[in-house]
């Protein structure tokens, strides 16, 4: 059987820069198993996958993110790529598009000048003593760190922006903590905030650009910049572009989007 796959660059608007996704329409679903070799074989961050609904008022497609080694309950980046191919490749005629997904439903909407809004939920997070794993894995983070349940990610918000570039953590104490990954965030120099995220939790030492922790990134900065909308930048070595704005309960989450490459997958 042969199923069409595509690549494209999220959060940049050039070529080689922001997070690469594959993406893979599919009419039914294919075992797990299949999906998750599928995206160990695309070998990155993420492989999204998705199929139509015929019979729901509220979603238009199902949707389901896969790394090299597990599936995640929400990814950022490669939703916006699904999106792009959707308006772009596969002739959808609306504005929007609504996805189901294990995080609910999520939405993308179309924006002036190629930018794709994601509608994201708003994550909860708590604050707790920075445990002593954090502290061996990275040098200078502080007293207190900040949990994410739905996802398991820590977040740490170092002294500037000049720290969130030169963080370099010890991957292989940081899988110790069992969890997912690692946000690292600071005020940024030209933007609002910056941030990186690591995780080899999920098979992933560093990811070029992460749509999803922004559920997380945008309520906390709101809260201490006393603003709703705001710039971020994620400044990993590709380097990525978000206009974000927390929306009550919801987050939005948007970028561009930079087509690679379209082929067949023979299976």
């Not at 604050?127 to 007293?143: F, K, M």
């Not at 933007?191 to 990811?207: L, M, N, T």
Request: with cysteine.
């Amino acid at each position: 059987m042969t199923h069409t796959i595509y690549q494209v660059d999220a959060f940049t608007d050039r070529l080689f820069g922001g997070n690469p996704a594959a993406v893979m329409p599919l009419q039914e679903w294919l075992p797990d198993e299949t999906l998750l070799a599928l995206a160990g074989e695309n070998n990155l961050s993420e492989t999204a996958f998705f199929l139509p609904l015929s019979n729901d008022d509220d979603t238009d497609f199902h949707i389901r993110w896969f790394t090299p080694g597990v599936e995640v309950r929400l990814c950022g980046h490669a939703t916006l790529a699904t999106a792009w191919v959707i308006f772009n490749k596969l002739g959808w005629k609306k504005d929007s598009v609504r996805f189901q997904s294990k995080s609910g439903p999520l939405g993308v909407e179309q924006h002036n000048e190629g930018w794709l809004a994601l509608d994201f939920p708003n994550l909860a997070f708590e604050q707790r003593e920075t445990p002593s794993i954090l502290r061996e894995a990275l040098s200078g983070v502080p007293d207190t760190a900040f949990f994410v349940p739905s996802d398991t990610n820590y977040m740490v918000v170092l002294d500037s922006e000049a720290a969130v570039r030169a963080a370099q953590p010890d991957l292989r104490t940081l899988t110790k903590l069992g969890n997912q990954g690692l946000i690292v965030t600071a005020k940024g120099d030209q933007c609002d905030f910056v941030s990186r995220y690591f995780a080899p939790g999920a098979g992933i030492d560093e990811d070029p650009v992460t749509g999803s922790i922004h559920s997380v990134l945008v309520p906390y900065w709101a809260d201490v910049l006393g603003k709703t909308g705001m710039h971020a930048r994620q400044v990993s070595e590709r380097g990525g572009e978000l206009r974000c704005e927390l929306k009550g309960d919801r987050v939005s989450i948007a970028g561009q989007a930079a087509f690679f490459m379209e082929g067949k997958v023979q299976l």
